[in-house]
């Protein structure tokens, strides 16, 4: 089992940036593919950003591409996702995901394909 809490988020205002955290516990994420999702009120989950443990590839939203960067820390087993020139479009509830499995980097943002899931952290962006 993988326990993943999430931290960082918080309220700023639009041009801003938050970094988030996302900690693990429980198992090495030395071969996980590590995801970021985010969900506002009345809308559905949806993918933000990912990252394969194994070789550090990366995919990005469209939404947030050349704005939100993700990365690891292997010694600390945890994966961050810097956010800049946030927008209020961009306020959400930011979910952590993991899982175990390996696949192509075209289904990273299928939410589907994470099996474990932090219990998320409020981003809030005023205009």
């Known amino acids: 089992q993988v326990q993943l809490v999430e931290s960082g988020g918080g309220l700023v205002q639009a041009g801003g940036s938050l970094r988030l955290s996302c900690a693990a516990s429980?198992?090495?994420?030395?071969?996980?593919?590590m995801g970021w999702f985010r969900q506002a009120p009345g809308k559905e989950r949806e993918f933000v950003a990912a990252i394969n443990w194994i070789g550090g590839s990366t995919y990005y939203a469209d939404s947030v591409k050349g704005r939100f960067t993700i990365s690891r820390d292997n010694a600390k087993n945890t994966v961050y996702l810097q956010m800049n020139s946030l927008k209020p479009e961009d306020t959400a509830v930011y979910y952590c995901?993991?899982?175990?499995?390996?696949?192509?980097?075209?289904?990273?943002?299928?939410?589907?394909?994470?099996?474990?899931w932090g219990q998320g952290t409020q981003v809030t962006v005023s205009s």
């Open positions: 995901a993991a899982t175990p499995a390996q696949f192509a980097i075209t289904w990273y943002g299928r939410r589907e394909r994470y099996d474990y």
């Open positions: 429980g198992r090495s994420l030395s071969s996980y593919i």
